[in-house]
C-alpha cells in the first residue's frame, strides 16, 4: 500500500441499506478526515479523527458515522442510506502536529444510491 | 457567501499561455492549500502556503494574508494542466487540520 486507499471504487446502493466505505493509510497520520464531493458545492468535511481512538464532526455529518479503532482504517458508515447520499467520497489523511498539514487524498469512492 | 471564493469558475486557454486563477477568502486563516483533481477523479495536492510565494516546475502560487488573496499561476499552459484546480484554507481555530474549500475552478487547455 502506497497512501490512501479506498474500497469500493464505485458503488450502487438501494435506499436503506447500510454501507461502510473503507479507508487505509499507511503513512503513520494521526489525523484523518471523510468528505462528499458534490457538483457545485465543492468538498465538504463529513466526519473527522484527530488520532485513533477520537472522532469528531464535521460540517454534513447526518446519516453518518465513522469510528477509528486504529492509526490506519477510518470507515464511513451510511447506516440507511437515502438519494440525497449520493456522492463521490474521498478520504484524506495529514500529520496533526503543526501548522503545515498538508492533507493526502485517496481515488474516491464513486456512490449512487437508488 | 462561500468563505472561499474561487474565480473565474471556468477557463479555457491556449498552449502556452500564461493563467491565473484567483482565490478570497473572509476568515482568518494559518495557510492555504492549493489542489489539483483530473477528469479521473484524484485530488494531488500542489501547494500548502501561509506567506509570500512558492514554485514548482511550471506552477507558482502566492499569497497575500493582509488582503486575504491567493493565486496560482501557469506559466506555459500544457493541455495536461487541463483539470479542475480547488483552494482551501485552513481556519485559526480548532487542533485537527480542518479545510474549507473552494468550488474549484475548471481549467481547459486546447492545442
Known amino acids: 500500500i502506497a497512501g490512501i486507499t479506498q474500497a469500493p471504487t464505485s458503488q450502487i446502493l438501494a435506499a436503506g441499506r447500510r454501507m461502510t466505505l473503507r479507508c487505509t493509510q499507511d503513512?503513520?497520520?494521526?489525523?484523518m478526515y471523510w468528505y462528499r464531493q458534490d457538483l457545485g458545492l465543492g468538498l465538504r468535511l463529513i466526519h473527522y479523527?484527530?488520532?485513533?481512538?477520537?472522532?469528531g464532526k464535521g460540517e454534513v455529518p447526518d446519516g453518518y458515522s465513522v469510528s477509528r479503532a486504529n492509526t490506519d482504517d477510518f470507515p464511513l458508515t451510511l447506516a440507511s442510506a437515502v438519494p440525497s447520499q449520493t456522492s463521490v467520497y474521498f478520504c484524506?489523511?495529514?500529520?496533526?502536529?503543526?501548522?503545515?498539514?498538508?492533507?493526502?487524498f485517496g481515488p474516491g469512492t464513486r456512490l449512487t444510491v437508488l | 457567501k462561500n468563505e472561499v471564493e474561487q474565480s473565474p469558475q471556468n477557463l479555457t486557454a491556449q498552449e502556452g499561455e500564461f493563467i491565473t486563477i484567483n482565490c478570497s477568502y473572509s476568515?482568518?486563516?494559518?495557510?492555504l492549500h492549493w489542489l489539483q483533481q483530473h477528469p479521473g477523479g484524484g485530488i494531488v495536492s500542489l501547494f500548502m502556503?501561509?506567506?509570500g510565494k512558492k514554485k514548482h516546475g511550471r506552477l507558482i502560487a502566492t499569497i497575500n494574508i493582509q488582503e486575504k488573496h491567493s493565486s496560482l499561476h501557469i506559466t506555459a499552459s500544457h493541455p495536461r494542466d487541463s483539470a479542475v484546480y480547488i483552494c482551501?484554507?485552513?481556519?485559526?481555530?480548532?487542533?485537527?487540520?480542518?479545510?474549507?474549500f473552494g468550488t474549484g475552478t475548471r481549467l481547459q487547455v486546447t492545442l
Open positions: 484524506a489523511s495529514s500529520e496533526l502536529s503543526g501548522s503545515y498539514n498538508e492533507q493526502f
Open positions: 503513512m503513520r497520520h494521526n489525523a
Open positions: 479523527s484527530n488520532t485513533a481512538g477520537t472522532t
Open positions: 476568515v482568518g486563516i494559518s495557510a
Open positions: 502556503l501561509s506567506s
Open positions: 482551501a484554507v485552513k481556519r485559526n481555530t480548532g487542533t485537527a487540520s480542518k479545510l474549507t
